[in-house]
């Protein structure tokens, strides 16, 4: 299956301020996914992140708070903007490659702010 | 309403079967059930993923009934190492399609 990695694997941030998680996968993927996790929490879909198109997002996440970019097949970035200490929990990504099969996790960014 | 249930947390000791179910009513008609095992501080692992019927691999099987309402995740003769939270994952038709991960069962294996 395909090896995902995330950057930074965790931070510690100022409220108002935003951050960039990346996402890169060692093949290419079809689908990309971003997903939110709370502390002893299910993971919740934020979008979901194809090459060359918009990100879909799901209901409750708006692009303006978690804007999304895919430039390649490989990689994408999910932004937090302006965070709040509400935003304190884990960003995960997963790929698909889009034959059916199963998604795959990175291991996620733990993020905190203060 | 879709909704997945699973039961919170379970316990169990080595070398005994685990049976974790997922109810999941308004599941997509073409939609596979798929399951993740997570340890702290690390992305959900894939375990097993079926449509319907009965699924084996080297780690688990997966029954689906015939309804598809439910499934089944059968870990056999668990492990110290298999203690980590189960999620199903199944995707539902609402007024549009969504992918839903399941609350969690959260497995304590004993020695």
């Known amino acids: 299956s395909a090896v995902i990695s995330q950057k930074p694997s965790r931070d510690i941030c100022q409220r108002g301020t935003s951050l960039t998680i990346q996402c890169q996968v060692d093949?290419?993927?079809?689908?990309m996914f971003w997903y939110r996790q709370q502390p002893g929490q299910s993971l919740t879909l934020i979008a979901t992140?194809?090459?060359?198109?918009?990100?879909?997002?799901e209901s409750g996440f708006v692009i303006d708070k978690f804007p999304i970019s895919r430039p390649n097949l490989t990689f994408s970035t999910l932004t937090v903007s302006n965070m709040s200490p509400e935003d304190s929990s884990i960003y995960l990504c997963?790929?698909?490659?889009?034959?059916?099969?199963?998604?795959?996790f990175g291991d996620g960014t733990r993020l905190s702010i203060l | 309403l879709a909704k997945t249930t699973q039961p919170i947390s379970m316990d169990s000791y080595e070398g005994q079967e685990v049976n974790i179910t997922c109810s999941h009513n308004?599941?997509?008609?073409?939609?596979?059930i798929t399951w993740y095992q997570q340890f702290p501080s690390q992305g959900p692992r894939f375990i097993i993923q079926?449509?319907?019927t009965k699924v084996t691999n080297e780690v688990a099987s997966l029954f689906i009934p015939a309804d598809r309402k439910s499934s089944t995740l059968s870990l056999p003769r668990v492990s110290l190492s298999d203690t980590a939270v189960y999620y199903c994952?199944?995707?539902?038709?609402?007024?549009?399609?969504?992918?839903?991960f399941g609350s969690g069962t959260r497995l304590l294996v004993r020695p």
């Open positions: 997963s790929v698909e490659d889009g034959t059916g099969g199963p998604q795959h």
């Open positions: 093949s290419q993927v079809t689908m």
């Open positions: 992140a194809n090459q060359g198109s918009e990100a879909t997002y």
């Open positions: 308004n599941i997509a008609t073409n939609d596979y």
């Open positions: 079926g449509y319907k």
């Open positions: 994952l199944v995707g539902f038709m609402d007024s549009s399609y969504k992918l839903i």
